[in-house]
């Protein structure tokens, strides 16, 4: 079920809680709801829906579908560069330091511990959800 964009900066602040199997219809709601927004966005964490968990989806470049991690954490990371960011909950364009390379954990919708690589925009995609749930807002 698609829900509406969370937008206040002080809630969009806090640290999201580990989210647990009780939290497996939020991760359905997230990829429905960037499915709703694919023209405009390519990621999404919980708390932009309302829901202070961690928990993400974006869009895979690899396979062109929307893929919903819980509990996701940046294990590695490689090759840093500047880059320039927008987000659905905020206006305009911020600058971050990214990562080409990472390698990340988490639970998926089953979950299953899953350990993975990323590089380039997915990972970029990634890193920039991953600090919504740490409440850090580009
Ligand atoms: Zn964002």
């Excluded at 895979?60 to 294990?75: A, C, H, K, Q, Y």
Aim: hydrophobic residues 40%.
């Amino acid at each position: 079920m698609q829900r509406p964009i969370m937008k206040d900066e002080a809630f969009l602040g806090r640290v999201s809680a580990p989210a647990t199997q009780d939290d497996l219809a939020v991760g359905d709601d997230l990829r429905d709801t960037l499915d709703a927004h694919a023209h405009e966005c390519v990621g999404m964490a919980a708390n932009m829906i309302g829901v202070g968990r961690r928990i993400i989806v974006f869009a895979d470049d690899l396979t062109g579908r929307s893929m919903v991690m819980f509990n996701p954490e940046i294990v590695a990371k490689a090759e840093p560069y500047e880059a320039s960011e927008g987000c659905l909950s905020l206006a305009g364009e911020r600058s971050a330091t990214r990562y080409r390379r990472i390698t990340v954990t988490y639970r998926d919708r089953r979950w299953r511990e899953r350990t993975a690589r990323f590089e380039g925009y997915t990972a970029q995609i990634i890193q920039h959800e991953v600090d919504h749930c740490d409440g850090i807002l580009i």
